[in-house]
């Protein structure tokens, strides 16, 4: 059975049901808008928190309300919650063109396609075929907050970059960086594209730029000690 239109879901997902949240017993579109909810500045800091969607057990139809156990076929009415169903991640969502597939390593559904994607070990996350033979690895990777926006990287639904560094960030964080050129990786501020020709203006102005004649012949002696 198939819903009409587009009419149904959030801005998030398009489905065919809302969850009940296991940590405040509250009904949610999804688990974003659960997070939005609960962790806006309106709510005491001390009652902010995520959703553990892994604890999820029941659902609500969006057809019949019919509330129910996590599955993806309505136990009363027989609507299809979702096209694509993740009964690991309690996940339902209809737009099955983001090729979505879960990982077991992860532990998290995650979009692109399997067959594009494999997951590196010791980075503890899931990469581009492309970047197989060529990609630094660095101990869970992904598993910490963007140095730019603080939004955790590892379930976030925003692009991420991997920069030739091996650290990850927000795409967008990182364009936001290069319209304040800003060209260094935040956490080690290793360049991550080409400065050959910044360098060389730069060493062009210095060489261009006549030192002052009151320190053309002063020297600095530096004195070595040990402790």
Not at 111 to 126: A, L, P, V, W
Request: proline content about 3%; charged content about 25%.
């Amino acid at each position: 059975m198939e819903m009409d239109s587009g009419n149904y879901g959030c801005s998030h997902y398009r489905r065919r049901c809302k969850i009940r949240a296991p940590c405040c017993d509250e009904i949610f579109d999804c688990r974003h808008c659960h997070n939005d909810s609960k962790n806006s500045l309106e709510v005491d800091p001390l009652n902010r928190h995520d959703i553990p969607r892994h604890d999820i057990k029941r659902i609500v139809c969006s057809l019949c309300n019919t509330e129910q156990d996590v599955q993806q076929t309505c136990i009363q009415c027989g609507i299809c919650m979702g096209k694509y169903f993740c009964s690991k991640c309690n996940f339902f969502d209809d737009d099955v063109s983001k090729n979505q597939y879960h990982c077991d390593k992860c532990g998290i559904c995650r979009t692109g396609g399997k067959e594009n994607f494999f997951h590196c070990d010791r980075c503890g996350c899931c990469y581009s075929n492309l970047m197989k033979e060529s990609h630094i690895c660095i101990e869970r990777a992904m598993h910490h907050n963007c140095p730019v926006c603080l939004e955790y990287i590892f379930d976030t639904t925003k692009n991420i970059t991997v920069l030739p560094c091996g650290h990850t960030m927000h795409l967008e964080c990182v364009m936001q960086m290069e319209r304040h050129f800003q060209y260094s990786c935040t956490v080690c501020s290793k360049s991550y594209c080409d400065m050959s020709r910044v360098w060389g203006k730069l060493d062009e102005e210095v060489a261009s730029t006549p030192m002052p004649e009151m320190y053309q012949y002063k020297m600095k002696h530096l004195r070595l000690t040990s402790i």
